[in-house]
């Protein structure tokens, strides 16, 4: 997890993409959402990312507050919910929105790291 974004087109580490998220009920459904990119997996064909809301989360462990950003026309401020991890590839991808400022990037990234050990 390396703080990396470049408005090139690919997701990289600290950019809000747009991709397809299945929903929580795994049925198949899902919808096109906006997604931080966490990581850069080996070989560089994934990245991880974890799922924006702008749903009230305050006080809940698996969230972190954002704040409001470019990612929503409504200036609506967001969270981040640390408790799904999903893959993007770059055909997957709709667009990028925008970087996360660096601070905010650094509070998810310490929890992601508390939360899954990750070194």
Known sequence: MTYSPATDGDPDPGEIVWTWVPFEEADGRGKDRPVLVVAVEKGGQSWLAVQLT????????????????????????????IDRVFRVYDTGMRREACALPAARFQAVEQRLRQRYGWG
């Open 54 to 81: 702008s749903k009230s989360h305050q006080g809940d462990v698996e969230f972190v507050a954002i704040g409001a950003g470019e990612w929503d026309s409504a200036g609506r401020p967001s969270w981040v919910n």
